[in-house]
């Protein structure tokens, strides 16, 4: 049973934990923090296990992370409003091809990382982009602007060629 409080304590700060950390770094991780986040997880299986090398231990660690990942799961399905909470919200970072500094430094991004993932959804410009949106799981959705720059239909005169 110490195996389960210690798993179910170790799964709520790390809840935490990637919540502070925020949707875009999440979404970019560097090869450095990929690796750090593996040596924490080992560092965490042994906060969690002491030294009980056993299946016994393991299996109750990983089920009850599992546990609390589908109940949190099942929260949210149920009781929407925990959503935003639990999961977070989508934000605008551009609007009619303007930043919102705002949003911006509240996810603490840049320029030139918006710059760089408009340009991976091939988008030329800033101008372009009616919204743009930092997803919850640190994704960028852009949404151009209507093109109306169609060519005028030809006004019928009346006159045969």
């Known amino acids: 049973m110490d195996i389960v409080l210690r798993a179910t304590a170790m799964f709520f700060i790390v809840f935490a934990l990637l919540r502070l950390l925020g949707k875009r770094e ?35 660690a990983i089920g009850t992370f599992a546990f609390w990942t ?20 989508p934000r605008v970072i551009v609007r009619d091809g303007k930043l919102l500094a705002d949003n911006l430094r509240r996810d603490r991004m840049t320029l030139s990382e918006v710059e760089s993932e408009m340009r991976l959804a091939g988008i030329g410009s800033m101008q372009e982009v009616a919204w743009g949106i930092l997803e919850p ?19 019928d005169t009346g006159a045969t060629a």
């Open 26 to 60: 999440l979404g970019q991780m560097t090869p450095f923090e990929v690796v750090s986040l593996v040596v924490m997880g080992d560092l965490i299986q042994q906060g969690i296990t002491h030294n009980d090398f056993s299946l016994t231990g393991a299996t109750l």
């Open 70 to 89: 589908v109940t949190l799961g099942w929260l949210v399905y149920l009781f929407p409003r925990l959503k935003r909470s639990l999961e977070g919200e």
């Open 137 to 155: 799981q640190g994704k960028i959705s852009f949404i151009k602007k209507e093109r109306s720059d169609e060519p005028a239909a030809q006004q």
